[in-house]
């Protein structure tokens, strides 16, 4: 059961959540259960059975799908606010998960059962329109992901995470790679050339952006 300060900061984060009856709000707080995982938890993995809805009070899940050969490549993060897209296909579909999520920030969130899920569905239109918002715009990204891996060079689309994410990224030249489907050789090789041409300062698991202007200017040069 949630505590009522849980129950408020999860219609905080999901303000459609407000516009349940109130008997269907009664029953989220009475049967989600609150739980709590530590950075680096894995929360679930390929194969792994689907049983829960859950929602982010606080904290990252990084979405990512290995490859045999060793690689993974980043499908999206899930953050306060957010929906998986994969839990929710694997709840309607009664299917298990095709991918791993990890704990990237120590994570708060809350979790309905499948039988819970399944009655906000019936009953609330508010639930729905929520739910398949989130598939919406996470197919959308999904989308936006495949032709930036198939059709774009890895140097537009390194500097663009770097002018999003600018002014300072604590990640390693790994983490990068696997956010962008690529070895981390490929990305030393464009980070060093970008510290040369003086856009960034590279540290120990750290990059700064110093041109941001001219990093978005790359990008959009190599797009054309």
Same mark, same amino acid.
């Given at each position: 059961? @949630?505590?009522?300060?849980? @129950?408020? $900061?999860?219609?905080?984060?999901?303000?459609?959540?407000?516009?349940?009856?109130?008997?269907?709000?009664?029953?989220?707080?009475?049967?989600?259960?609150?739980?709590?995982?530590?950075?680096?938890?894995?929360?679930?993995?390929?194969?792994?059975?689907?049983?829960?809805?859950?929602?982010?009070?606080?904290?990252?899940?990084?979405?990512?799908?290995?490859?045999?050969?060793?690689?993974?490549?980043?499908?999206?993060?899930?953050?306060?606010?957010?929906?998986?897209?994969?839990?929710?296909?694997?709840?309607?579909?009664?299917?298990?998960?095709?991918?791993? *999520?990890?704990?990237?920030?120590?994570?708060?969130?809350?979790?309905?059962?499948?039988?819970?899920?399944?009655?906000?569905?019936?009953?609330?239109?508010?639930?729905?329109?929520?739910?398949?918002?989130?598939?919406?715009?996470?197919? /959308?990204?999904?989308? =936006?992901?495949?032709?930036?891996?198939?059709?774009?060079?890895? =140097?537009?689309?390194?500097?663009?995470?770097?002018?999003?994410?600018?002014?300072?990224?604590?990640?390693? /030249?790994?983490? @990068?790679?696997?956010?962008?489907?690529?070895?981390?050789?490929?990305?030393?090789? /464009?980070?060093?050339?970008? =510290?040369?041409?003086?856009?960034? $300062?590279? *540290?120990?698991?750290?990059?700064?952006?110093?041109?941001?202007?001219?990093?978005?200017?790359?990008?959009?040069?190599?797009?054309?």
């Amino acid at each position: 059961m @949630l505590t009522a300060a849980e @129950l408020a $900061q999860i219609q905080s984060e999901y303000p459609m959540l407000t516009q349940l009856p109130p008997a269907l709000a009664a029953h989220v707080q009475r049967e989600a259960i609150a739980m709590k995982a530590p950075a680096g938890h894995i929360l679930f993995d390929i194969d792994d059975s689907c049983s829960s809805f859950v929602m982010v009070l606080s904290g990252v899940i990084r979405v990512i799908r290995p490859t045999l050969s060793g690689r993974e490549i980043l499908l999206y993060r899930v953050q306060p606010g957010d929906s998986c897209i994969l839990t929710v296909s694997c709840l309607l579909g009664h299917a298990s998960y095709p991918a791993r *999520g990890m704990v990237e920030e120590d994570l708060h969130l809350a979790a309905l059962s499948l039988e819970s899920f399944n009655l906000l569905l019936e009953k609330s239109a508010a639930f729905r329109q929520m739910v398949f918002q989130f598939f919406a715009d996470r197919v /959308h990204h999904l989308m =936006e992901l495949v032709e930036g891996v198939t059709f774009q060079p890895v =140097e537009q689309r390194l500097a663009a995470l770097l002018v999003e994410r600018a002014p300072r990224l604590d990640v390693t /030249h790994q983490m @990068l790679a696997d956010e962008l489907g690529t070895v981390r050789e490929v990305i030393s090789r /464009h980070l060093k050339e970008f =510290e040369r041409r003086g856009l960034v $300062q590279l *540290g120990r698991g750290s990059v700064i952006v110093l041109d941001a202007t001219a990093l978005a200017d790359l990008g959009a040069s190599i797009a054309e």
